[in-house]
């Protein structure tokens, strides 16, 4: 469905109540039994995750599953799938200039983005009480995972007109596909670029921010919201990730969330940062409900912050450890 999602980030900041938006898909499969592969491969299953999820948890969002191997897999990339783990990226395809020249830039659609485009199509068909956001990689992740991540810190350096060529590649594909998260009725997109948190502010302007900023060009307006991703960021990345124009920035764990939202206008929405992975899912409950209870306390004073993961939420997380997040939430807004 349609929203102004302007007068959301408006009503977020507005908002007498602290809300959440954790980056979760992964999870429902244990609500509907079924299996990482069914939800990747199958835009029914995964549609049914976020239906699920949706459902059980008072989010202020919903979001798709953040499957870093997806678009790498569309330009020609080897995969591997498990039961048990998420899909990843094998072995790069591309070893220099002649590789890059030679790349064709997929359509979106083609291989498994059209059972991704199908889940949101699906919920944004469904769910009508809160936005839906897709999930896309950043176009120098993307480039990484194509040119192996090593080798393209090398060659940014040696090679930086052979990087920009498959820059511009990788962000028109992204494009597009962005554009079909936003035909189907997606509400926005969460741009992961993990991987641009490996690099000095300086490179990460030239080789991601700038690339960013064409794709939140070409889709974000008053009915589409561009959040920007990056785990591996710092303060120190801040204003290059603010020029994107992204309208949210997601942080990861790595950062005292104090230090970051100091730094944001307050029109700019703030999402993160509790570890997906140690306390999330490895932790206790309890662990949880007070790594939640501190982060909130924190940044108890700006209004632009909405709780969330530092990243995507892991498959087999327990129940009890999402349960004791979303419980610290509504503790900490009891006793507002």
Known sequence: MKKNMREWTTSIINSQKRLAMPIMTYPGLDLIDKKITDAITNGEVHFACIEALSKKYASSATTSIMDLSLEAETFGS??????????????????????????????????????????????????????????????????????????????????????????????????????SMKDVGANGIIIAEPAAGLLSPDQCHEFSSQYVRRIVDAVQDDSFMVVLHNCGADPSHVPTMLSTGALGLHFGNKVNMLEIV???????????????????????????????????????????????????????????????????????????
């Open 262 to 336: 100091e730094l944001l206008p307050e029109t700019i929405i703030l999402f993160g940062n509790i570890d997906p992975a140690r306390i999330i899912k490895n932790g206790t409950a309890d662990e949880v409900a007070d790594a939640t209870s501190n982060l909130l306390n924190s940044v108890a004073h700006f209004r632009n912050f909405v709780l969330s993961s530092g990243c995507d939420i892991p498959p087999y997380t327990p129940i009890a450890n999402i349960e004791a997040f979303y419980g610290a939430l509504a503790d900490y807004n009891k006793n507002r």
């Open 78 to 179: 080897p995969i591997a799938f498990s039961d048990d783990e998420v899909p990843t990226v094998t072995n790069k395809i591309l070893c220099g200039p002649e590789d890059v020249q030679a790349l064709r830039v997929p359509k979106s659609g083609e291989k498994r983005t059209a059972e991704y485009i199908k889940a949101v199509k699906l919920a944004a068909a469904t769910i009508s009480d809160k936005p839906i956001f897709g999930g896309i990689i950043g176009p120098y992740s993307l480039s990484g995972r194509l040119y192996d991540m090593t080798e393209i810190m090398i060659a940014i350096l040696s090679e930086p007109d052979t990087i920009h060529e498959l820059l511009d590649k990788t962000t028109q594909f992204l494009s597009s596909y962005a554009q």
